[in-house]
Protein backbone atom coordinates (compact mmCIF):
# COMPACT_ATOMS: atom_id res chain seq x y z
CA UNK A 1 0.00 0.00 0.00
CA UNK A 2 3.01 2.24 1.01
CA UNK A 3 4.49 1.37 -2.32
CA UNK A 4 1.72 2.33 -4.52
CA UNK A 5 1.24 5.79 -2.91
CA UNK A 6 4.68 6.87 -3.22
CA UNK A 7 4.54 5.48 -7.05
CA UNK A 8 1.14 7.63 -7.29
CA UNK A 9 3.09 10.46 -5.83
CA UNK A 10 6.07 9.97 -7.92
CA UNK A 11 3.86 9.90 -10.94
CA UNK A 12 1.71 13.03 -9.85
CA UNK A 13 5.06 14.71 -9.61
CA UNK A 14 6.33 14.13 -12.60
CA UNK A 15 3.24 15.16 -14.39
CA UNK A 16 3.22 19.04 -12.82
CA UNK A 17 7.05 19.05 -13.54
CA UNK A 18 5.98 18.20 -17.30
CA UNK A 19 3.01 20.55 -16.78
CA UNK A 20 5.22 23.41 -15.43
CA UNK A 21 7.40 23.45 -18.04
CA UNK A 22 5.28 23.42 -20.70
CA UNK A 23 3.34 26.72 -19.14
CA UNK A 24 6.74 27.94 -18.79
CA UNK A 25 7.75 27.90 -22.84
CA UNK A 26 4.01 28.76 -23.60
CA UNK A 27 4.23 31.91 -21.56
CA UNK A 28 7.33 33.10 -22.79
CA UNK A 29 6.50 32.15 -26.53
CA UNK A 30 3.38 34.02 -26.17
CA UNK A 31 4.02 36.65 -23.69
CA UNK A 32 7.66 37.13 -23.80
CA UNK A 33 8.42 36.93 -27.58
CA UNK A 34 5.00 38.60 -28.35
CA UNK A 35 4.31 41.49 -25.85
CA UNK A 36 7.80 42.06 -23.86
CA UNK A 37 10.49 41.09 -26.39
CA UNK A 38 8.85 42.60 -29.16
CA UNK A 39 11.13 46.03 -29.68
CA UNK A 40 13.79 43.83 -29.87
CA UNK A 41 12.58 41.20 -32.51
CA UNK A 42 11.80 43.78 -34.71
CA UNK A 43 14.29 44.04 -36.91
CA UNK A 44 14.11 40.28 -37.56
CA UNK A 45 12.09 40.07 -40.77
CA UNK A 46 9.89 36.96 -41.55
CA UNK A 47 7.67 36.29 -43.86
CA UNK A 48 7.39 40.12 -44.67
CA UNK A 49 7.09 41.28 -41.07
CA UNK A 50 9.30 41.06 -38.28
CA UNK A 51 9.53 38.53 -35.60
CA UNK A 52 7.81 39.76 -32.77
CA UNK A 53 4.80 40.42 -35.38
CA UNK A 54 5.38 37.04 -36.54
CA UNK A 55 5.60 35.38 -33.28
CA UNK A 56 2.33 37.26 -31.85
CA UNK A 57 0.05 36.40 -34.66
CA UNK A 58 1.27 32.95 -35.72
CA UNK A 59 4.53 31.44 -33.98
CA UNK A 60 2.72 31.71 -30.62
CA UNK A 61 -0.45 29.19 -31.94
CA UNK A 62 2.26 27.19 -33.72
CA UNK A 63 4.44 26.30 -30.25
CA UNK A 64 1.07 25.59 -28.82
CA UNK A 65 0.00 23.06 -31.27
CA UNK A 66 3.64 21.47 -30.85
CA UNK A 67 3.16 22.23 -27.05
CA UNK A 68 0.00 19.88 -26.92
CA UNK A 69 1.89 16.84 -29.37
CA UNK A 70 5.06 16.73 -27.14
CA UNK A 71 2.56 16.64 -23.62
CA UNK A 72 0.52 13.73 -25.29
CA UNK A 73 4.02 12.08 -26.49
CA UNK A 74 5.70 12.62 -23.23
CA UNK A 75 2.53 11.74 -20.74
CA UNK A 76 2.53 8.54 -22.98
CA UNK A 77 6.46 7.87 -21.93
CA UNK A 78 5.42 8.61 -18.49
CA UNK A 79 2.48 6.51 -18.35
CA UNK A 80 4.58 3.19 -19.64
CA UNK A 81 7.36 4.44 -17.22
CA UNK A 82 4.81 3.77 -14.56
CA UNK A 83 2.55 0.85 -15.79
CA UNK A 84 -0.52 2.94 -16.49
CA UNK A 85 -0.59 2.09 -20.36
CA UNK A 86 -2.94 1.65 -22.52
Known sequence: ???DKSNAEAYWKANVRLITGCLIVWAFVSYGCAILF???LAGIPVGGTDLGFWFAQQG???T???LIFFYAWKMNKLDEKFG???
Open 38 to 40: RPL
Open 84 to 86: LGE
Open 64 to 66: FIC
Open 1 to 3: MAE
Open 60 to 62: SIL
